[in-house]
C-alpha cells in the first residue's frame, strides 16, 4: 500500500490517518522506533491539516470581503439552534 505525503491528502483522510495513530499510539503496543515513527507522521499530517484549514479560512474571508465587506465571527461551538 502506498502511504500519500500529508499534503497530497484530503482533510478528510489525514484525520481518519490521525485518528489510527492516535488509536495505536494510545494502545502502547509499539516499539518505541515505531511510536515515533507514528508520531512523526501525526505531526506531518496535523501541519498539513493546519494548512488547509487556513486556506480555507482565508478562501472564505475572500468570498465575504467580495460580498459586503463582512467579517469572520470566531466559533465558539454554541450556536443557537433555529
Given at each position: ?35 515515533m ?10 501541519q ?35
Open positions: 500500500m502506498t502511504v500519500k505525503k500529508p499534503e497530497n491528502q484530503s482533510f478528510e483522510e489525514s484525520m481518519q490517518e490521525l485518528e489510527g495513530i492516535v488509536d495505536s499510539l494510545e494502545q502502547g503496543d509499539l516499539s518505541l522506533e515505531q511510536s515513527a507514528l508520531f512523526e507522521r501525526g505531526l506531518g499530517l496535523s498539513a491539516s493546519q494548512t488547509k484549514l487556513n486556506n480555507a479560512e482565508q478562501k472564505i474571508q475572500i468570498l465575504l470581503d467580495k460580498n459586503n465587506d463582512q467579517t469572520l465571527e470566531p466559533f465558539d461551538g454554541e450556536a443557537e439552534e433555529l
